[in-house]
Each structure stands twice: as C-alpha cells, then as structure tokens.
T-cell receptor, first 113, second 116 residues
C-alpha cells in the first residue's frame, strides 16, 4: 500500500525553465510533508518542508504547494539549473514529527543545459 | 558538523551469513533511524531510537534483524542468516528533538548490501 505516490518516474526540463514535481498521498493523518533530493551514491538531503496548516512554503528557488483537499503537493523549482539534476523524493509524516517518515518512489529530474 | 557516517559503504556476503553495519550520527542528535531502499523505491522505515531506547520497529524488520544503540551514540544493524531479498541500500539518519519540535532527518550515504 503506497501511501505517498510520485507517478512521474522522470522529468526533463530546459535550464532556466520551471520544474514541477508532483506528489499525491492517501493517508489523512499526514500533517507534515517534506521533499528530499538525492544524488547518486549519496544519501537523501532535506530540501524543504511544509506543515498541513499552510498551503505554501518558499525557500529561494524552491516552493512547495499543498492542496489538502486533493491530498496533493508539488515542488516548483524556478529557475531550474543543471545542478538540480537528481532524484527528488516526496515524504510525509504524522503527529507533526519526523518519527516515521514515509517516502514516495522518487522522480528523476534532468535539467538540460 | 561531520554528518552521518555509515560503515562499510559496500558489503558483499553469501546467503546465510551474518552481517553488521554501523552508523555514527551527528553528535548532538538524539534520534537515530534506519531505513532500507531497494531499486526503484523510496527509503522504507525500519526502526528508530531516541537516545538508547528503540521506540518503534516496522513490520519490515523480521526476527533476523536487530538494531542497537547501546550508549545513545552510534548504532549497529545486524542481519542474521542473510537472504537474497535482503540486498538493498541500508540508510541511517539522525535528527534532533527539542520540546515538541524535530529537525529534518539527516541521512548518511548508506551501506549497500549484496547477498549472493
């Protein structure tokens, strides 16, 4: 039972354009959502998070949007840079904490120079 | 901040053998987590510790798996009688809690296990 779903396994975007990565979840108890970025041969690195009491959180070029009614979140990267090429994991947790973070299957982003 | 350190980076073992992995978290972090990642999947939660107490174990963690964090610092994950299905990347992460808040998980680079 995949509680966090990333239906696009890969995405290619031209440098300078916007990258939009999508994520859906099924568990209504999730109240904290995170995005992690992973380069080959490295562990995931935290990127940005959002609490369920918000619908948007922004950090530099990265913005996460949360639509609770649709159980959907998205990560926008503007402008996209070649160094953003990586696998992006959507993740979620309940109880406002990080005790047991549930990850999606990831989306591989390629930013083309 | 030296980051989360995991050893070894790679381990190849024969089916039926026991293996042990080590994780050294970020020194001031009181929580330590073990995750497993297989090809094409995201990391899956296995277990976590707050200081030396193991607070939760996933149903993925069969009786052949045991994790310890004896002094609330480093942790070990042991797999007994390995099976080919145990082949995966084993990721360790740590975080700091203060009051009711938690920091995001900081992951190590993982130990890749191959069972032949």
């Amino acid at each position: 039972d995949q509680q966090v779903k990333q239906n696009s396994p890969s995405l290619s975007v031209q440098e300078g354009r916007i990258s939009i990565l999508n994520c859906d979840y099924t568990n209504s108890m999730f109240d904290y959502f995170l995005w992690y970025k992973k380069y080959p041969a490295e562990g995931p690195t935290f990127l940005i998070s959002i609490s369920s009491i918000k619908d948007k959180n922004e950090d530099g070029r990265f913005t996460v949007f949360l639509n609770k009614s649709a159980k959907h979140l998205s990560l926008h990267i503007v402008p996209s840079q070649p160094g953003d090429s990586a696998v992006y994991f959507c993740a979620a947790s309940d109880s406002g904490g990080y005790q047991k973070v549930t990850f999606g299957t990831g989306t591989k982003l390629q930013v083309i120079p | 901040d030296t980051g989360v350190s995991q050893n070894p980076r790679h381990k190849i073992t024969k089916r039926g053998q026991n293996v042990t992995f080590r994780c050294d978290p970020i020194s001031e972090h009181n929580r330590l987590y073990w995750y497993r990642q297989t090809l094409g999947q995201g990391p899956e939660f296995l277990t976590y510790f707050q200081n030396e107490a193991q607070l939760e174990k996933s149903r993925l963690l069969s009786d052949r798996f045991s994790a310890e964090r004896p002094k609330g610092s480093f942790s070990t994950l042991e797999i007994q009688r390995t099976e080919q299905g145990d082949s995966a990347m084993y990721l360790c992460a740590s975080s700091q809690t203060w009051g009711g808040d938690n920091s995001p998980l900081h992951f190590g680079n993982g130990t890749r296990l191959t069972v032949t």
